[in-house]
């Protein structure tokens, strides 16, 4: 059984409509795909409509998280970090409402960023960013994208740096993002999952303490993406121990985005029995197998 549990659609910013990244998913040999596009549940029912028999949806979401300045953080601005959210109940309303605030933040960062990169002598356009995110939920890879269309970088990836628009890079915006306490309550609250996405994946930025990510279990974190391609083998090797010392669970998925990143669908992927216990944790929402429906309880 092959499950990958961390994939981006059109409705976010992959580059695969989600009808097209589920006939991938199944064309790719895997059995389970969690859709889990950036703070929106927007391409659900498109990848529902179109799911091929034989594989079963996970309905997610990647929420943006903050942890706020403090000591431990060792950072002025604090440290951004992904929570991953499963199977929780899209229509419950105080994790609604934190998406919205999120999603409609998007677009004034992105023109800024753009106004940034305009200042750094960048000949970007806000019209270049907007065509390249269509009818997806403006974000830094489509600014990324746009980079690599102009010649200013290689890659996608080597957009994200504190030469351009990584994390505190001379062209990145704060955007506003959940503290990822209050993230887990949320999630929890709506019934769902909450893993932590890609925790120690450095080549991204500043990363939380262990410490931290201890705390995080300790207000009802369910688990950690160790397997990731942002995670060398002794980063798993040291997630898998921590993992095990605070009883989390542990996932593998691709964090596939299409053609915006070389991850190929089920790169990485989730053991059944770590799958079936999200599975039975969950009260917001069912995995749907086959030929659509609804994921609600």
């Given at each position: ?57 996970v309905t997610g979401a990647e929420l943006s998280c903050r942890l706020a ?152 974190l369910d688990g950690v993406e160790v397997d990731h391609m942002d995670h ?66």
């Amino acid at each position: 059984m092959r499950i990958d549990l961390h994939t981006h659609s059109t409705a976010s910013d992959g580059t695969d409509t989600p009808a097209e990244l589920v006939r991938n998913a199944a064309a790719a040999g895997l059995d389970v795909v969690a859709l889990t596009d950036h703070d929106t549940v927007g391409g659900h029912r498109a990848a529902l409509a179109a799911l091929p028999p034989g594989l079963t949806l996970v309905t997610g979401a990647e929420l943006s998280c903050r942890l706020a300045p403090t000591g431990t953080a060792g950072a002025d601005d604090g440290v951004s970090l992904h929570m991953l959210a499963y199977l929780f109940d899209p229509e419950e309303p105080e994790l609604a409402r934190e998406r919205e605030l999120v999603r409609d933040d998007r677009e004034p960062r992105a023109r800024k960023m753009v106004a940034r990169l305009q200042e750094l002598g960048v000949p970007i356009t806000w019209e270049q960013v907007a065509r390249i995110a269509a009818d997806g939920a403006v974000g830094r890879p489509h600014v990324a994208s746009a980079l690599v269309e102009l010649g200013v970088v290689p890659t996608v990836s080597d957009a994200f740096t504190a030469d351009w628009i990584g994390t505190g890079g001379r062209a990145d915006v704060r955007k506003h993002e959940l503290d990822p306490f209050e993230a887990i309550r949320l999630v929890k609250g709506a019934g769902g999952v909450a893993v932590f996405a890609h925790p120690l994946a450095v080549k991204r930025g500043r990363c939380v303490p262990e410490s931290v990510i201890a705390e995080l279990a300790a207000a009802g974190l369910d688990g950690v993406e160790v397997d990731h391609m942002d995670h060398d083998a002794p980063t798993r090797a040291r997630l898998r121990g921590l993992a095990a010392d605070l009883g989390l669970l542990t996932t593998g998925s691709s964090d596939y985005h299409g053609s915006r990143k070389t991850c190929r669908l089920g790169e990485y992927t989730t053991d059944p029995e770590v799958y079936g216990e999200i599975v039975r944790r969950a009260t917001g929402a069912f995995p749907v197998p086959g030929t659509g429906g609804s994921a609600l309880r």
